[in-house]
């Protein structure tokens, strides 16, 4: 057992009995170095994957691709660009969690993604959560309206089940990565069409205990059915609202997420997602978590970062990271910022569980945030990471 430990469920247990209320005299902060770097630019989606894949060892270069991100020098400057990608094992404890859905886990859970498409040999043996990359896209499913290849989405949710994984779903609703088709439909066909996708999948994959429901909301992506399932409505948010209330109608059980990036790193951006959040819920969409994928958070002082988690919280809402990877060569550099935020992240009372994106060397979307060599070997960040929980 860590050394740490106890003191970190010791304060895990008090936010449990008094809410988010207490997540201020319970926190635990990182050690920050300088003052918070500026708005970065979000990097280029990931592309979609082969919905034929099969779960075997891979090595590799990725499926995914993506441009670096820029850091200017403001810290108040919003992030602008592409879509960056995001995703969220074991259960841990909440009593904010919004509406009838699913209850908050009962362990911080530390999970991981697919390797271009597949899962690898002893993924298990580090992580106890798994997001399918690119599998479970709607674009990835559904091609051409109405055939639907589940055939990858089956064998990653089988070896979540053979290996007591939670699994999560990434993604119901996003402005990337869809079908074309739903674009060229009528608006109640489109308004058919979400909801028929949302209620097949939960059909299917009725375990799956996180959803990000809608991923990336704008100005980052905008959906091209955008109109047909809400438009902008009275809330302002309609379409999203909408698409929660269908996620919970058809997944009852599921914790569903609102999901962003840049949102714990920039101001302008962790401002915009906030005024999205609040008004959502306000108009009664039920929200259980939010989502920070937290690609640039490297980038920015710990305590910067631990500041927007804080503010986020202020929701009432628990803040899963949903997509967190280092995007450093040095080894020693990146097992110093894995040290810092990691530790952060799991002391905070208001995060249940926090999600790496990849971590094959080589086979990650965006370059040198690989934690483990094709053969096996552990990066430093990686072997830290693993002594830290006491696995591998």
């Not at 810290?75 to 592409?82: D, E, L, N, P, R």
């Not at 959502?280 to 978590?289: E, F, L, M, S, W």
């Not at 280092?326 to 080894?331: E, N």
Request: with cysteine; net charge negative; charged share 20%.
């Amino acid at each position: 057992m860590n050394k740490n430990r106890s003191s970190r469920w010791l304060c895990n247990s008090v936010w449990i009995a008094l809410g988010i209320a207490a997540l201020s005299a319970c926190a635990d902060g990182g050690d920050g170095g300088g003052d918070g770097g500026g708005g970065g630019a979000g990097a280029a989606g990931s592309t979609g994957t082969s919905a034929t894949t099969s779960v075997s060892t891979t090595t590799g270069a990725s499926t995914t691709s993506g441009a670096s991100t820029t850091t200017s020098a403001s810290t108040t400057s919003a992030g602008t660009g592409g879509s960056n990608e995001g995703g969220g094992g074991s259960d841990a404890s909440s009593t904010t969690s919004a509406g009838t859905g699913g209850s908050e886990p009962r362990g911080k859970f530390v999970g991981n993604i697919t390797t271009n498409g597949n899962v690898r040999d002893g993924f298990a043996k580090y992580w106890d959560q798994i997001t399918p990359e690119n599998e479970g896209k709607w674009g990835s499913v559904e091609r051409s309206r109405g055939n639907r290849d589940w055939s990858a989405l089956d064998r990653i949710y089988k070896y979540a089940q053979d290996n007591n994984l939670i699994f999560k779903h990434h993604v119901f609703v996003w402005g990337a990565q869809q079908p074309d088709w739903v674009g060229r439909l009528s608006g109640a066909e489109q308004q058919a069409a979400v909801r028929d996708w949302m209620k097949a999948f939960c059909e299917r994959y009725p375990e799956t205990k996180y959803i990000d429901v809608v991923n990336e909301p704008p100005p980052h992506t905008t959906p091209s059915y955008k109109n047909g399932i809400g438009g902008d409505g009275a809330s302002g948010w309609d379409w999203i609202v909408n698409s929660f209330k269908w996620a919970r109608e058809f997944c009852p059980d599921a914790v569903l997420i609102l999901n962003d990036y840049n949102n714990i790193e920039y101001e302008n951006d962790h401002n915009n997602f906030m005024r999205i959040a609040r008004a959502v819920i306000d108009a009664g969409a039920p929200v259980d978590a939010l989502g920070a994928q937290a690609h640039d958070a490297y980038k920015i002082n710990t305590n910067t970062v631990k500041g927007y988690v804080d503010k986020m919280a202020s929701l009432g809402k628990p803040v899963y990271i949903t997509e967190y990877d280092i995007g450093i060569a040095d080894d020693n550099q990146q097992k110093r910022v894995m040290e810092e935020q990691f530790t952060m992240f799991w002391n905070h009372p208001a995060v249940p569980g926090i999600t790496l994106w990849g971590y094959i060397v080589g086979a990650t979307w965006r370059d040198n945030t690989g934690l483990q060599h094709s053969d096996g070997r552990l990066r430093p960040a990686m072997q830290w990471l693993m002594d830290f929980l006491d696995r591998g």
